[in-house]
């Protein structure tokens, strides 16, 4: 099964962080939601109630507060700890037996009992929809779930997978009720019957509506009484004005990196501040290996000896983003500076130029690097304007940029017709597992014809049969020495999360990490 095709849709603004927030920790569950409800705006589509579908950031924050999974990342943390299960573990060496063991008194929201055959139910369904737009293509390891009694769950893999965990601890890992969800079909009403601790109310173009779920009991503690989520479709400068008016209390996923900067200088009597956390998503130009200009290596290393990260993140993204020199990104086990070693962080047009005639590339390059609008952040189009300016300024390149819609962009990619394209990723899970083998494994998500045997025979199993994923740096830093070395994608930056909140409401903080998981639970607001 191949990789996902879908990339999903970058948050606030282009940008992310290092390190990880400090102060976890998981505590008692809490069904008895206190203090006042609270209006978030979001730029982002939910695009799917169904998790056997949705594949997006927005969809995945509705299942995250909705369903449980077995597992769940407490705040700030990027390893996996129980929630819906008591218990879990490997049962072999060989990473291809996962056992859980259910908690006591589970229930769902309608109040029907969660057992094993719920899990089961769940894992099978997805995989036998195979939604296109769904997560189903993260589990080509699942062999079959089996269910000894009714708490509890084995997965069976047909290969070593130390990431199983943090994969059914993801969206992808949503449980159903049985007895609600059509085994062959995805629902098409809207609405939702999970454990998680919230229930959806309702859920129409305009918002979402969430109360708290009176049958919870897992590890979040509710500090409020529901969240309602109101959809502003792309429109930025809409989701904005909500905010000063006072019509939503926090502005999450689209501000532009202009509204959060202008926001960051005003004093504090505005009311509004500006909350910063760090999250794992990355942004590349990808490379076709089979274009006539993009799949010489010498122009790929010209391009990467030009590029000034440092002018693009001030004068595009205002200081919102920080460079990337690795493709996995900082705060995730196995990043390194590769590319910074390689290529370093100050342009080079000597290096440049000798990577041309090196090549035999004589003349101006002439090239176009193709964009899409707002899909992997609000500034994509000016970025690759200022990539293609700093490109031209050498004297080495005649590059210039076409910006086309998103339906059509991909189909464009998997035809081969682009030679130079951007790409962002939100990562499904935090492991360095998930930055390298979509890319870089067998059916990779890039479209762009790269295929190296040593990474993809050894280096990607090896790291995957690890269960001591510290254990895997080493592994990890030769693949990313080969990728700097091939150049198949050139990492541009890593962003940081933002949400925007008005004064009197807390626990932004929480929700925003490297786990991208958003938690309603730990919002509050003043009465």
Known sequence: MNMRTHWPVLPIVAGLASGLLTGCGS????????????????SDDVLATDPASGYDPGSWLLFNNVFQSLLSFPKGETEPEPEAAKECSFTDTQAKVYKCTLKDGLQFSNGDALTSEDVKFSFDRMLKINDAAGP???????????????KTVVFRLNAPDATFPSKIASGAGSIVDHSQYDGDQLRGDHKAVGSGPYQLDSFDDEQAVFS?????????????SGVTLKFFHGKQADLEKALVKGDVDIAYRGLTAGAVAGIEKQDAKSGIEVIDGTSAEVQHLVFNMHDPVAGKLGVRKAIAYLIDRDAL?????QDTATPLYSIIPAGINGHNTAFFDTYGARPSRTKAAAALHS?????????????????YGPATDQELKAIAAQLNASGLFDADVKSVAYTQYEKDIAAGKYGVYVKGWVPDYPDADNFTSPFFGKGNVLSNNYNNST???SLIPSTA???????????????????????????????????VVRDGVYGLEYCLDASTVFRFWELSKDD
Do not use: C
């Open 313 to 317: 993140i001030r004068n595009v993204y």
């Open 212 to 224: 708290v779920n009176p049958h919870y009991k897992g590890t979040a503690k509710v500090k409020n």
């Open 359 to 375: 090549d035999g590339v004589n003349g101006k390059v002439k090239l176009t690097l193709w964009s899409t609008p707002s899909r």
């Open 136 to 150: 189903a293509i993260m589990f080509p390891m699942l062999d079959k779930v089996e269910t000894p009694d009714a």
């Open 465 to 499: 049969a690890q269960s001591d994923r510290s254990a895997t740096t080493k592994d990890f830093a030769r693949l990313q020495k080969i990728v700097a070395d091939e150049l198949p994608v050139l990492p541009i930056w890593q962003a940081k999360q933002y949400a």
């Open 27 to 42: 505590g008692t569950g809490d069904s008895g939601g206190t203090g006042s409800s609270v209006v978030m705006g979001m």
């Open 455 to 457: 990474i993809t025979s």
